[in-house]
C-alpha cells in the first residue's frame, strides 16, 4: 500500500475524541502490525479508548515509537469532509493528516518496506487529546518494561523536539447560605471571595514571570474562569474559580500547585474553599540529545523548543528518556482543513525507514554495538 493511500485509509476513521471510536482503528492497526511481521501485538481497551502495541524483533525492544490515533473533533470551515483525504498540490487535506495519522501512515509504510533489523516497540494509543488514560496504562503495565529510549511523534515539521512546558490546572470553590441582594453587607458573597483569591494567584504569576530557564522564563498563570450567579439581585449561594499555569522543564508542578493552593486560601480566610487539581501534567526536557543522533542524524543538532505539550512528558517521567518528532506543522493542528505536506510525510517515512532498518543516518552503516539505541537490532 503506498503512503498516501495509507493515510487516506487512516483519515478516514472516526476516532474524534470523545465522540468517534478508538476500537475500530486499533483493531485493524493491529491486524497489519501483524501482517508486518511483528513478533508479539497487543491491543488493549482501557473504557472507551484503546491503543495496541507491537514489538518488533526477537529481542525485548530499547527503542519505543508512539504515535496517537485519536484526533480533536473537527473544527469548523472544512471545505470537504473531514474523514475524506484530498489532495491540493503538496498537501494532503482530511482530519488527523498532522495531528497525527501522518506519522502513523510513515510508521507502517517504513515497517512495510522491511526487513526491520532493529528490536523497536510500536505503540499507537488512544486518548491523547483528551484524560491520556492509554499512555498511562501502558507504562504501568508490563508491556513497557525494557524500554530506554522513545520517539514520540506530533507535527514537528520533521524537527526535533526537546523540551515543552507542562500543564496545571485546579478549581476552588466556596459555599455560602446566599439570598437577598438587600442583604448583601451581611452576607457572605462567594464570588466577591473568589475574586480577590483570583488577584492573588495572578500576583503569584507576575512575581515568577523572571524565573525560569531561557526560553522558558514565567509560569503563564491564567486565571480561567469566574463562575456563580444567578441575578443582580441575588446573593450567589457558591462560586467556582478555575485557574490554570504552563511550569517550565525542571519545574515542581504539584509545589507550584500547593503554592497556588496556599495563595488562594490565604486570600479566602477565614472562608473555606475547596481546592481541586483537575490536571498535573508534568513539563518535558530530553535528558540525552546526542544519543538519538544514531536514530534521527543531523536533525539532533538543531533542535527545537515545543509550544504545546506532548505525552513524551509521560514518557520521560517514567524514566525513558525522548523526543519528540513527526511530520505536519502545528498550526495545522486542531484547525479547519487540517493538512501534512507530502514532502513532510516522505521525510519521517524515509527517517523510519533508516530506523528499522538498523542503520546509521546518511551512512547506510548498522550502528555501533555499544549504542544503546542499536542494540538488540536483529
Known amino acids: 500500500m503506498a503512503l498516501i493511500e ?20 486499533a483493531r485493524r492497526l493491529a491486524a497489519e502490525l501483524t501482517a508486518l511481521g511483528a513478533s508479539s501485538v497487543d ?3 482501557v473504557g472507551d479508548h484503546a491503543y495496541v502495541y507491537a514489538r518488533f524483533g526477537a529481542e525485548l525492544p530499547r527503542l519505543l515509537i508512539n504515535v496517537h490515533l485519536d484526533t480533536v473533533p473537527a473544527n469548523t470551515g472544512y471545505t470537504s469532509p473531514p474523514h475524506l483525504l484530498v489532495r491540493r498540490g503538496d498537501r494532503l487535506y482530511g482530519l488527523g493528516a498532522a495531528d497525527t495519522k501522518g506519522a502513523i501512515a510513515a510508521v507502517l509504510e517504513a515497517l512495510a518496506g522491511g526487513p526491520v533489523r532493529r528490536a523497536v516497540g510500536i505503540l499507537f494509543s488512544g486518548d491523547e487529546e483528551q484524560r491520556g488514560t492509554c ?4 507504562l ?14 506530533e507535527p514537528t515539521g520533521c524537527r526535533v523536539g526537546v523540551r515543552h512546558r507542562g500543564i496545571a490546572a485546579a478549581t476552588a470553590t466556596l459555599t455560602a447560605v446566599g439570598g437577598h441582594s438587600s442583604l ?17 494567584v495572578d500576583e503569584m504569576g507576575r512575581a515568577h514571570r523572571d524565573a525560569g530557564p531561557p526560553g522558558f522564563k514565567g509560569l503563564n498563570v491564567n486565571v480561567a474562569k469566574l463562575e456563580g450567579g444567578i441575578a443582580f439581585n441575588v446573593v450567589p449561594t457558591s462560586g467556582t474559580l478555575s485557574l490554570s499555569l504552563r511550569p517550565a522543564p525542571g519545574a515542581d508542578v504539584p509545589a507550584l500547585l500547593a503554592q497556588a493552593e496556599r495563595r488562594v486560601r490565604d486570600a479566602a480566610a477565614p472562608h473555606a474553599i475547596a481546592w481541586e487539581v483537575v490536571a498535573s501534567n508534568p513539563p518535558f526536557a530530553t535528558r540525552d540529545l ?6 534521527l542524524g543531523q536533525r539532533v543538532k538543531a533542535p527545537v523548543d515545543l509550544g504545546f505539550w ?42 523510519f525507514s533508516s530506523i528499522f532498518a538498523g542503520l546509521e543516518p546518511g551512512t547506510g552503516a548498522a550502528p555501533a554495538a555499544s549504542d544503546p539505541a542499536g542494540r538488540g537490532a536483529a
Open 6 to 25: 495509507r493515510l487516506a485509509e487512516l483519515v478516514s476513521f472516526d476516532t474524534q475524541n470523545p465522540d468517534g471510536e478508538e476500537r475500530p482503528l
Open 290 to 295: 546526542a544519543s538519538f543522533g544514531s536514530l
Open 310 to 351: 506532548t505525552e513524551a512528558a509521560r514518557v520521560s517521567e517514567k524514566g525513558i528518556d525522548a523526543v519528540v518528532f513527526g511530520p505536519g506543522d502545528i498550526a495545522q493542528a486542531h484547525a479547519a482543513d487540517e493538512f501534512v505536506t507530502v514532502a513532510d510525510l516522505e521525510q519521517a517515512h524515509a527517517v
Open 43 to 45: 491491543p488493549v481497551d
Open 135 to 138: 499512555i498511562r496504562d501502558f
Open 140 to 153: 504501568d503495565s508490563e508491556l513497557s518494561r525494557g524500554l530506554a529510549q522513545a520517539i514520540v511523534c
Open 184 to 200: 448583601a453587607d451581611t452576607l457572605v458573597n462567594p464570588l466577591a471571595v473568589l475574586a480577590r483569591a483570583a488577584v492573588a
